[in-house]
C-alpha cells in the first residue's frame, strides 16, 4: 500500500496502475473490481449458452458433439452460479453502496475485504483451471455419476469451495458492518432497503455456504479416497448428496434474488418521487424470505424418491415462501400510485423486472404444485422458470443498477436514448429466448438433452434465435456504457439517499465528517396531502 | 400446436387441471400486474421536476388485501397439487406389477410370467401398473409425457409409478436425470394395447418372434436387435468413435486393450465381450474406451448373438 493518501480525491483518480487497485482497500473499488470481474464471466458463461443454443438448431449434431454440449451446459451452470451471479449484485454493488448509503467511510474490515476478494480470484482460477479435463456433470455434481465421471470434478467442485470462503467472509464483513457503522440517527427502520436486502443475503451466505463447502468436500474425499458417503455401490447415498446440495442451493437462489430485489426497492421511489410504499412490509419480508428459504430445498426433490411425507412438507412451506414475494411485487407498484414517473434506462428495467419476476413467480406455483411437479420437473419448464427468476430478476436488477449508480461510480453520464434502444432489445430477446421453453417443458422436452424429437424442432429454433436479438442488446449495452457523453453532476436524480449528496464520483474517505440522518431515505413527496 | 402431449393415463388429466387451474390464476396476475404498471406510467407520467407527489406511506387495508388473496389462492393450488399427489402415489390393490431396470443409456423390463424386454415396455389399457425401478449405475429418471408420471431411479434402492393407462398407441419414455453421453438417446416406447392383444403377447409373441426369426437370414435379425437392443446408442456402424468402439470392419481386426495386451476380433472374442465387458472371465478392454457397458447376459438368447455377430461380419 502506498504511503500517500490523498482523501480528498475521487476514489478512481487515487493511484494508477494494477497495484493501486488490486491492493487497494477502498470498498468502491473493490465493488468495481467485483463488478468487472462478474462481467468478464457473464460474458464466458453467456458466450457457452449462446453456443448450447445453437446447437438446438436443429435435432441431432449441429455445431458440436454429445460430449462437448455436455461439457457446455455444466460450464454455463457452473460460471453463471458461482462465478457470477452467488457474487453478483451483492459483492459488486454491495461493496461500493454499503458504507455510502449507511454514512461510514469504508466497511468494518477493510483488509479482511480484501482478501475475500483474492479468495474469490484464486477460487475462481482454479474451477476455470478445470476447462484442461472440463467437466460434464451439469452445475449441481449429482452422485453416483459426479463420482464416475472421468472428468476433472475435483478441480471445479474445489473452486467452489474456496469461492465459498470468499463469499462466507464478505457476509460476516457486511452484517457487523451494518451493526456497527450506521452513521447518528439512521435507525433500523430508516436503513435504505438495498441494505436491508444485502443484511438477509450476508445471512444466507454466513448460514448456508458452509454446508455446500462440506459436501464437495465429502465428494472429494469420495472421488480422490474412495470414501462411500454417497455411493451406493459402497453403501452410500446418492440422495443424500442431493439433500446437503440444496440445502445451500436452496438459499443461494436468495441470495442471487435479494439483493436485485433491493436495487428495485431503491431505483422506484427515486423515479417516481414516492416513498416507498409499504417499506416495513418489503423489509421484513426479506427477511421472512431469508429463513423460510432454509426449509424449501425438498422442492427441488419431489421426484427424487424421498418420501412422499417428505414431499407434502415440502410443498406447503414452498407455498408459503411464494406470499412475501408476491406482497413485495404489489409494494413496488403501488408506489408508483400517484407518483411523478421518469422511464429513464435504470427504471425500465425496474420495471421490466417486476414484470419478468411476476412470471418467473407465478411459473413457480406449477412447479410447487406436487402433482403438476411431476409432469414438469426435469422439463425445459424449469429451465425458463429460472431463466425467468435469474435473468428477469437477478440481471435486469444488476442492469438496472449498473444504469442507475453509473453517473454515481464513474463521474460521467451515458446516452439515455441508445441505452434504452439496448434495453428494448434484451427485453424482447430474452422473452423470445425462454417464453416457448414454458410450452416445450409442458409438451415433455426434458432439459440437458443434447438430442431432441423433430416435433419440439420448431420452438427450440424459435428461442434459438432469441438468443440472436439479446446478443446483439448486450453488445449495444456495452457499447453505450463504453462511451460516457460527459461529466455526472453529485445527484443527478435528485434523490435522498446519503450516497448521491457528495461528488460523483465519490471522495476516497467518502464522508469528511459522518452525516447525520433526521429522516426516512424515502421521504418524497408531501406529507399534507396523506393525512388529508 | 398442441400445448400438452397426448393424454393417455387416469393421472393425465388430473395434472392437466391443475395447470389449466394455475394458468388461468397466472395469467389473471400477469394481466393485472402489466395492467396496473402500464397505466401508473402513462396516467402518472413526469411532467416536471416540481411536480407534487403525496407522501403515500402505506395503506393497511391494501396490504391486508394482497396478503390474503395470495394465501388463499396458494392454499387452494397446494390441497389440487396434494390430493391428485396422494391418488398417484397410492398403489391400488389389484395392480400389475412390472421390474424396470435403467443402465446407462437403455431400459429393461421384467414382467410377472417372466418375460423380458429391452427398450420396449408392454402394458394392457386401463389395468393399473406398478413399476418397481431400480437403476444399475447413476441416476436414471423415468418419464411418460402422455401419463405425466415421473420419477428416478436410484442404485440402492427401489423407486415405485403408479398408473393406469387409457389410450391404446404407442408414447415415449424418457430419461429425465442426466446420466452422461448419450443420455438424450436413451429413450424407449411404452406400447399400451388392448386386453385381448396384451394376452397373445404374453402368451406367444416370442414365438411368434423366433418364427418371424426363422425366415431371415442371421445377419438380418442381428441388424435389428442392433436398434432394439440399444447397441446403437454406443456402437456405430460407419465407423464414427462413439462410447464404445465401432462395429465398422471389426470382424477379424486386431484388437488393443487396456492391459496391454491384443487378440483378434473372432466370434469367441465378440460373445465374450458382449456377455462380459467389463468383469468376469477373460473381460477386455478395448484401449482408449471405459469401463461403461453393462453385461447382456440373460437379456440375449445364444441365437440372438450369433445373430448379432453374423451382422457385425457384413459391416465392412
Known amino acids: 500500500m502506498t504511503d500517500h493518501h490523498d482523501f480528498d480525491k475521487n476514489y478512481l483518480e487515487n493511484g494508477k496502475g494494477f497495484k493501486s487497485w488490486f491492493f487497494s482497500v477502498d ?64 459483492a459488486s454493488f454491495g461493496n461500493f453502496l454499503i458504507p455510502l448509503m449507511i454514512g461510514a467511510r469504508d466497511v468494518i474490515f477493510p483488509k479482511l475485504n480484501l482478501y475475500s476478494f483474492w479468495v474469490y480470484c ?61 452513521a447518528p440517527g439512521l435507525t433500523w427502520d430508516r436503513l435504505p432497503l438495498f441494505c436491508w436486502a444485502a443484511y438477509a443475503t450476508s445471512l444466507l451466505q454466513v448460514l448456508a455456504t458452509p454446508v455446500v463447502g462440506i459436501t464437495l468436500l465429502l465428494l472429494i474425499g469420495e472421488r480422490y479416497f474412495g470414501l462411500g458417503f454417497f455411493d451406493p455401490a459402497k453403501g452410500g447415498d446418492p440422495v443424500l448428496f442431493q439433500h446437503f446440495f440444496w440445502f445451500y442451493s436452496h438459499p443461494a437462489v436468495y441470495i442471487m434474488i435479494l439483493p436485485a430485489m433491493g436495487i428495485i426497492s431503491e431505483v422506484l421511489p427515486v423515479f417516481s418521487r414516492k416513498p416507498i410504499f409499504g417499506y416495513k412490509a418489503i423489509a421484513y419480508s426479506s427477511l421472512a424470505i431469508a429463513l423460510i428459504s432454509f426449509l424449501v430445498w425438498g422442492h427441488h426433490m419431489f421426484t427424487s424418491g424421498q418420501s412422499k411425507l417428505i414431499n ?26 400517484k407518483g411523478s414517473i421518469e422511464l429513464s434506462t435504470a427504471m425500465l428495467y425496474s420495471l421490466a423486472f417486476i414484470f ?110 432469441g438468443t440472436w436479438i439479446l446478443g446483439v442488446g448486450f453488445i449495444l449495452m456495452l457499447y453505450v456504457l463504453c462511451r460516457p457523453t460527459g461529466p455526472a453532476s453529485a445527484n443527478p436524480y435528485n434523490s435522498l439517499s446519503l450516497e448521491w449528496q457528495m461528488p460523483s464520483p465519490p471522495p476516497t474517505l467518502n464522508f469528511k465528517e459522518i452525516p447525520t440522518v433526521n429522516d426516512s431515505t424515502y421521504a418524497y413527496g408531501t406529507k399534507i396531502e396523506q393525512e388529508a | 400446436m398442441n400445448w400438452l402431449p397426448t393424454s393417455a393415463s387416469t393421472f393425465a388429466p388430473q395434472v392437466d387441471s391443475i395447470l389449466f387451474l394455475v394458468t388461468i390464476i397466472s395469467v389473471v396476475s400477469i394481466i393485472l400486474v402489466s395492467f396496473m404498471l402500464i397505466y401508473f406510467v402513462f396516467k402518472y407520467k413526469r411532467k416536471s421536476v416540481n411536480d407534487q407527489t403525496p407522501a403515500i406511506t ?46 446407462r443409456w437403455s431400459w429393461s423390463f421384467a414382467y410377472p410370467n417372466g418375460k423380458k424386454t429391452f427398450n420396449e415396455l408392454y402394458v394392457p389399457i386401463n389395468k393399473p401398473i406398478r413399476l418397481v425401478m431400480q437403476s444399475d449405475d447413476v441416476l436414471h429418471s423415468f418419464f411418460v409425457p402422455a401419463f405425466r408420471v415421473k420419477q428416478d431411479l436410484i442404485g440402492n434402492r427401489y423407486t415405485f409409478i403408479n398408473f393406469t393407462p387409457t389410450k391404446e398407441g404407442v408414447f ?69 468413435n462413439g462410447v464404445g468402439p465401432s462395429w465398422k470392419a471389426l470382424y477379424g481386426k486386431k484388437r488393443e486393450f487396456t492391459d496391454g495386451s491384443s487378440e483378434l476380433a473372432d466370434e469367441n472374442y465378440i460373445k465374450n465381450s458382449i456377455l462380459y465387458p467389463v468383469k468376469g472371465p477373460d473381460a477386455k478392454l478395448v484401449k482408449g474406451y471405459g469401463p461403461v457397458m453393462p453385461s447382456y447376459q440373460g437379456l440375449l438368447s445364444d441365437s440372438e448373438i450369433t445373430a448379432i455377430i453374423e451382422y457385425i461380419k457384413t459391416i465392412k
Open chain 2, 58 to 103: 402505506h395503506d393497511s387495508f391494501l396490504e391486508t388485501l394482497w396478503t390474503v388473496i395470495p394465501t388463499i389462492l396458494c392454499i387452494v393450488i397446494f390441497i389440487y397439487g396434494y390430493v391428485y399427489y396422494d391418488r398417484y402415489t397410492t398403489t391400488p390393490k389389484d395392480a400389475y406389477e412390472i421390474n424396470v431396470t435403467a443402465r
Open chain 2, 172 to 240: 415415449d419414455i424418457y430419461c429425465t436425470e442426466y446420466c452422461g453421453l448419450s443420455h438424450s438417446d436413451m429413450i424407449a416406447k411404452v406400447h399400451v394395447v388392448s386386453e385381448f392383444e396384451y394376452a397373445k403377447w404374453e402368451s406367444g409373441e416370442e414365438a411368434k418372434v423366433e418364427n418371424a426369426y426363422a425366415d431371415m437370414a442371421p445377419s438380418k435379425v442381428g441388424e435389428q436387435l442392433y436398434s432394439s437392443k440399444g447397441c446403437v446408442a454406443c456402437h456405430s456402424i460407419d465407423g464414427a
Open chain 1, 356 to 465: 419478468l419476476f411476476t412470471i418467473g413467480g407465478l411459473t413457480g406455483l406449477f412447479l410447487g404444485a406436487l402433482a403438476a411437479d411431476v409432469h414438469l420437473h426435469d422439463t425445459y419448464f424449469v429451465v425458463a422458470h429460472m431463466h425467468y427468476v435469474m435473468i428477469g430478476g437477478t440481471v435486469f436488477g444488476l442492469f438496472s443498477a449498473i444504469h442507475f449508480w453509473y453517473p454515481k461510480m464513474w463521474g460521467k453520464m451515458f446516452d439515455e436514448f441508445k441505452a434504452k434502444i439496448a434495453f428494448v432489445l434484451i427485453f424482447i430477446g430474452f422473452n423470445v429466448v425462454f417464453f416457448p421453453q414454458f410450452i416445450l417443458g409442458t409438451q415433455g422436452m426434458p432439459r440437458r438433452y443434447f438430442n431432441y424429437s423433430p416435433e419440439f424442432a420448431f420452438l427450440h429454433q424459435l428461442s434459438t434465435y
Open chain 1, 122 to 182: 484464486a477460487g475462481s482460477i482454479i474451477l476455470l483451471g478445470s476447462l484442461l479435463a472440463p467437466v460434464d456433470t451439469g452445475w449441481t455434481f449429482y452422485t453416483p455419476y459426479s463420482i464416475d465421471t472421468g472428468t476433472n470434478v475435483i478441480m471445479v467442485t474445489f473452486g467452489v469451495f474456496v469461492l465459498g470462503f470468499s463469499s462466507i467472509l464478505t457476509g460476516i464483513n457486511f452484517i457487523v458492518t451494518m451493526h456497527k457503522l450506521r
Open chain 1, 27 to 90: 470498498h468502491k473499488r473493490l465493488g468495481v473490481m467485483y463488478l468487472w470481474a462478474i462481467g468478464v464471466f457473464f460474458v464466458l458463461a453467456a458466450i457457452a449458452s449462446f453456443l448450447i443454443r445453437f446447437e438446438h438448431l436443429s435435432p441431432g449434431q449441429t455445431i458440436v458433439s454429445a460430449q462437448t454440449y455436455n461439457v457446455l451446459f455444466t460450464l454455463h451452470g457452473a460460471v453463471m452460479v458461482f462465478l457470477f451471479i452467488v457474487p453478483g449484485v451483492a
Open chain 1, 312 to 337: 407434502i412438507i415440502f410443498s406447503v412451506i414452498t407455498f408459503a415462501v411464494a406470499v412475501p414475494t408476491a406482497i413485495k411485487v404489489f409494494n413496488w407498484l403501488w408506489t408508483m400510485y
